[in-house]
């Protein structure tokens, strides 16, 4: 049976961002949920937040780009090579690979070609799981929920323990199938973003003994059901309270903003407001805010 290829539309993008600000699933929920890749989501809830503003009149409305098919249809091969062309250097993969139209005069091989997309893009389609491997990526999930921080070898060795003869690889693969992986503390929370502003450590030899004189920050996981959310929390140094506090399931920062304004909103500005050097923290919109 011929597999009908998906074409995401506004409509369906809107949808899809709006769940991922809503907040009620994990991003591996929504993936599993709209069969998109979690990067991708990711994507649409950024430029929906980026572009909310524009609805209550920030920016004139982008004008509406014409439907591809439409586009198609109407251009000699020549002109649709050179249409092509330009859509294999401005386009993303994603957008690139919902550009391959097999109506169209031009061959389906020359398309990939233009978009420089592997010809196997066009005519791959995915396999079923089969149930054996759906009982052993559901009993893969209830070990992770006991140890979040096991790896594929962990999960391999609890696995052979239960008679199951099973390799980290498999291990490793049914893991990023279901979109989870171990929980421990990582240089991508952390780290600076190439360009961005270093500040400097303030605290040293500095007695802390006031509430509202030194506030901290972090981001942390929060292992769920079906994979992860994060945790941003702003407390105070002096008094150990966790002034404001939100769960996101990007890691993004537009969530860390809204914290800092609802910590600062009810307590006022402290004399230094004290984090890491993450991207996060860093970045231009944290500065201007």
């Given at each position: 049976?011929k597999r009908?290829r998906r074409?995401?539309?506004?409509?369906?993008?809107?949808?899809?961002?709006?769940?991922?600000?809503?907040?009620d699933?994990t991003l591996?929920?929504?993936?599993?949920h709209?069969?998109?890749?979690?990067?991708?989501?990711?994507?649409w809830?950024?430029?929906?937040?980026a572009?909310?503003v524009?609805?209550f009149g920030?920016?004139?409305?982008?004008t509406?780009?014409p439907?591809l098919?439409?586009?198609h249809a109407?251009r000699p091969t020549?002109?649709?090579?050179?249409?092509?062309?330009?859509?294999?250097y401005?386009?993303?993969?994603a957008?690139?690979?919902t550009?391959?139209d097999?109506t169209h005069?031009?061959?389906?091989?020359?398309?990939?070609?233009?978009l420089?997309l592997?010809r196997s893009?066009?005519?791959?389609q995915?396999?079923?799981?089969?149930?054996p491997?759906?009982?052993?990526?559901?009993?893969?999930d209830?070990?992770?929920?006991?140890?979040?921080?096991?790896?594929?070898r962990?999960l391999?060795?609890?696995?052979r323990?239960?008679?199951?003869?099973i390799?980290w690889r498999?291990?490793?693969?049914?893991?990023r199938r279901?979109g989870?992986e171990a929980?421990?503390?990582?240089?991508s929370?952390?780290?600076?973003?190439?360009?961005?502003?270093?500040?400097?450590?303030?605290?040293r030899?500095?007695?802390?003994?006031q509430p509202?004189?030194?506030?901290?920050?972090d981001?942390?996981?929060?292992p769920?059901?079906r994979?992860f959310?994060y945790?941003?929390?702003v407390l105070?140094w002096?008094?150990?309270?966790?002034?404001?506090?939100?769960?996101?399931?990007?890691?993004?920062?537009?969530?860390?903003?809204?914290?800092?304004r609802?910590?600062i909103t009810?307590y006022?500005?402290p004399?230094i407001?004290?984090?890491?050097?993450?991207?996060?923290f860093t970045?231009?919109?944290?500065?201007g805010?």
């Amino acid at each position: 049976m011929k597999r009908t290829r998906r074409n995401h539309g506004a409509t369906f993008t809107a949808q899809v961002a709006l769940a991922a600000v809503k907040g009620d699933k994990t991003l591996a929920e929504l993936a599993e949920h709209f069969r998109v890749h979690p990067a991708q989501i990711t994507e649409w809830k950024q430029q929906l937040l980026a572009r909310a503003v524009d609805v209550f009149g920030g920016t004139k409305a982008p004008t509406e780009t014409p439907d591809l098919k439409t586009l198609h249809a109407n251009r000699p091969t020549g002109a649709g090579e050179r249409f092509f062309r330009r859509g294999a250097y401005q386009g993303r993969f994603a957008e690139r690979k919902t550009m391959i139209d097999r109506t169209h005069p031009l061959p389906v091989v020359r398309q990939c070609q233009l978009l420089k997309l592997a010809r196997s893009t066009a005519y791959y389609q995915p396999t079923p799981v089969s149930e054996p491997t759906r009982a052993l990526m559901r009993r893969i999930d209830e070990l992770y929920l006991q140890y979040p921080f096991a790896g594929d070898r962990m999960l391999r060795d609890l696995l052979r323990q239960e008679g199951r003869a099973i390799g980290w690889r498999q291990v490793a693969t049914l893991m990023r199938r279901m979109g989870i992986e171990a929980l421990y503390r990582k240089p991508s929370l952390s780290r600076r973003q190439s360009g961005h502003q270093i500040f400097p450590y303030l605290l040293r030899d500095r007695a802390i003994s006031q509430p509202n004189q030194v506030w901290a920050a972090d981001i942390t996981y929060i292992p769920m059901r079906r994979g992860f959310v994060y945790l941003f929390a702003v407390l105070d140094w002096a008094s150990r309270r966790v002034l404001a506090w939100r769960l996101s399931n990007t890691l993004t920062t537009d969530f860390c903003l809204d914290v800092v304004r609802e910590a600062i909103t009810q307590y006022g500005c402290p004399e230094i407001f004290n984090t890491d050097q993450g991207c996060q923290f860093t970045s231009r919109s944290s500065r201007g805010s």
